[in-house]
């Protein structure tokens, strides 16, 4: 099957029950495949109006109890925006795919990129935390999809997909396991009084209890700055309470969060760093460097937000050089130079959009640093 | 084990779908592992279109294909362009009245679309090629492969498309047939 059937099964077998969407190349074939699966597993699918809309939706239906998601290429995702921060502020748990085509504005609709991966972290104005995965395979969007919505339920954050265009419409094999062997979370339920419940008071792991509306407890849910009930208060210590809540429960859990696979460190001079698609180019070059005796390694990025900085880090005490390969012109580029602090050389293969990028260029990139 | 294998055609002839067969048979039929990307214009009907397929008995991490091994071409503008790419000892296969091989190169040819059109319908001409190609190269499984045509097309067409599929298989094990003999000697001669 395709990446983006793969996403949509990997949805379902998460729990999602609810999709709101507009239709947009190359993830029109997400949006399609739940249409026809949803309403066979009792859940709903509507194509709304606009991306705005959509994404409004699928907060809607999560603060009804649904695990919810939507998936968009560039365009759409810019006009999610907005109610990606009102996801941010109110701590709503759903699931955003973007599978990502050339831009700006309009771009290359039926070609890839991996251009949004710094629109996904700052999209959205004010500060905030949000994670992203970016999966390299059919199988890996399959399981990373379940692992999005995992991550979105315990801890109560929008939760980002990004795939591209190369995988999205890429066929391979894909194996589903039996739905005893997949792990689905849902979000902790609160307990206790209904009268004393604070609708944003964080549990152990800093997130807070999430019931839905109608379970009988008081749900207020705005984007003002609110305070732990839920309530707007416009006052310099709701903000910081607010925000040290938002920032810390993603920042306190970075070891839980943050999912990386390494390749041939250990005695690695120079090591590429890649994700999403880039990433099965990055393995080629790898292998190919490796046969010819070169000291390569490869560290690939399953989550991308929160980045892997203390793995940069530590890696830059002991390699000569890191090579990022993304479809972009150096936006993880500048967050490895930024982690490596100047301690290893850092060199961009990018491209502008529009294609892989081939193990060659990678080759060339990595002869040239030796 | 790893076979690339480039279809190209135009909008209509159902490359692609062509291309996702044969992965899926290798996939699901035989149990390796397989790849398809495909590249197409804005326009659904007549534009350049190509399916490129990955065959491996291993992971397989750079999805497009550089140079085939296997290069089918559906139309002369596919050949011409793809042409150039394909490896030296690869294996060329034609739409015999569509296509015109500019050199003397060795290949196989097949008038598929005819085929599909005495068949009844030539819609078909690709699950034909399909058929052709599995025989040629073995790069699937006959199982495999029929089986996989068999999901693959709309439901009611399943008898024809496998006719047509047959009609694809005995026409290239009569060519194969037909080049053992003049690798032997045996010109003109029928067995």
Not at chain 1, 2 to 28: K, N, Q, S, V, W
Not at chain 1, 127 to 155: H, M, V
Not at chain 2, 32 to 58: F, H, K, N, W
Request: hydrophobic share 40%; with cysteine; aromatic share 6%.
């Amino acid at each position: 099957m395709t990446g983006d059937e793969a996403c949509a099964e990997g949805a379902l077998a998460a729990g999602c029950r609810f999709f709101g969407g507009y239709p947009i190349t190359p993830a029109t074939e997400i949006a399609e495949h739940m249409s026809e699966r949803l309403p066979g597993v009792g859940g709903t699918f509507i194509q709304m109006e606009d991306e705005i809309a959509a994404m409004a939706s699928v907060l809607g239906a999560a603060w009804a109890g649904q695990k919810s998601m939507t998936a968009t290429s560039g365009p759409g995702f810019s006009l999610m925006m907005e109610n990606i921060g009102l996801a941010a502020c109110t701590e709503t748990p759903c699931v955003v795919v973007n599978v990502q085509r050339a831009g700006p504005s309009t771009g290359l609709p039926t070609m890839g990129a991996q251009a949004d991966m710094m629109q996904v972290r700052w999209g959205s104005h004010g500060d905030y935390e949000i994670i992203a995965l970016a999966p390299c395979s059919a199988q890996e969007i399959f399981y990373q999809t379940i692992t999005a919505f995992n991550l979105s339920e315990r801890y109560r954050t929008p939760v980002f997909i990004m795939t591209d265009e190369i995988i999205g419409h890429m066929s391979e094999k894909v194996v589903i396991p039996p739905a005893d062997q997949i792990r689905a979370e849902d979000r902790p339920k609160p307990q206790g009084r209904k009268d004393r419940f604070l609708l944003y008071k964080p549990g152990p792991n800093g997130v807070a209890p999430m019931p839905a509306a109608g379970d009988g407890y008081n749900v207020h849910v705005t984007g003002l700055t609110h305070d732990e009930k839920g309530y707007p208060v416009m006052s310099i210590e709701a903000q910081e309470q607010m925000m040290t809540r938002i920032k810390n429960k993603i920042l306190n859990n970075l070891d839980d969060i943050i999912i990386t696979e390494d390749h041939h460190l250990e005695d690695a001079e120079i090591v590429i760093v890649s994700y999403g698609i880039s990433a099965r180019t990055s393995m080629a070059a790898m292998q190919q460097a490796r046969a010819m005796g070169w000291k390569v390694g490869f560290l690939r990025l399953v989550t991308v937000w929160p980045f892997a900085e203390r793995q940069i880090r530590a890696l830059a005490e002991r390699v000569k050089a890191f090579v990022t390969v993304e479809i972009n012109l150096g936006q993880i580029h500048l967050e490895v130079t930024r982690a490596a602090a100047g301690k290893a050389a850092c060199h961009l293969v990018g491209h502008h959009g529009g294609a892989i990028i081939s193990p060659d260029k990678v080759l060339a990139a990595i002869e040239e640093v030796l | 084990m790893y076979k690339q294998i480039t279809i190209t055609g135009f909008g209509g002839q159902g490359v692609v779908l062509a291309g996702r067969i044969v992965g899926q048979a290798a996939a699901i039929g035989d149990s390796l592992e397989s790849t398809l990307v495909q590249s197409y214009g804005p326009e659904s009907r007549g534009g350049a279109c190509s399916a490129q397929v990955t065959i491996a008995d291993g992971p397989i991490y750079f999805p497009y294909i550089q140079n085939p091994d296997i290069l089918v071409c559906m139309s002369q503008s596919g050949y011409d362009k793809q042409y150039p790419s394909l490896k030296k000892e690869g294996v060329l296969i034609v739409e015999q009245d569509l296509v015109k091989p500019t050199d003397g190169r060795d290949h196989f040819a097949i008038p598929c679309t005819r085929f599909a059109e005495e068949l009844g319908n030539k819609m078909m001409a690709n699950i034909i090629m399909v058929g052709f190609l599995a025989a040629i190269t073995e790069a699937v499984s006959l199982d495999a492969a029929r089986a996989t045509v068999a999901e693959s097309v709309p439901k009611g067409t399943v008898e024809k498309n496998l006719k047509a599929f047959d009609r694809g298989w005995e026409f290239a094990q009569a060519t194969l047939k037909g080049r053992r003999h003049k690798a032997a000697g045996q010109i003109g001669v029928v067995a």
